[in-house]
């Protein structure tokens, strides 16, 4: 109904809301969400790390946790261990 009026949904940060945007705007955006995706099937890293808006169910802290300190903290060890 609203989407044939030139409104799309939108996600955001509280959820979604209809805000207008013109066919070509929803099209880059439908573009860009699929190359993010690619990317992060590609490289093996969460699209929310790319600047997915898609909702997930892992939290930023959860992933940062995940993809970051974990790592770093094992070749922390392992370094350690060698020495």
């Not at 590609?42 to 909702?55: D, I, K, Q, W, Y």
């Amino acid at each position: 109904m609203l989407e044939a009026r030139g409104f799309v949904p939108v996600w955001g940060a509280e959820g979604s809301e209809w805000l207008p945007l013109s066919r070509a705007d929803a099209e880059f955006l439908e573009r860009r969400e699929f190359e993010i995706q690619q990317v992060a099937e590609t490289f093996g890293v969460p699209p929310r790390m790319l600047g997915s808006l898609e909702p997930v169910g892992e939290s930023p802290a959860a992933a940062f946790r995940r993809y970051v300190v974990r790592p770093t903290a094992r070749l922390l060890e392992e370094q350690r261990r060698r020495s």
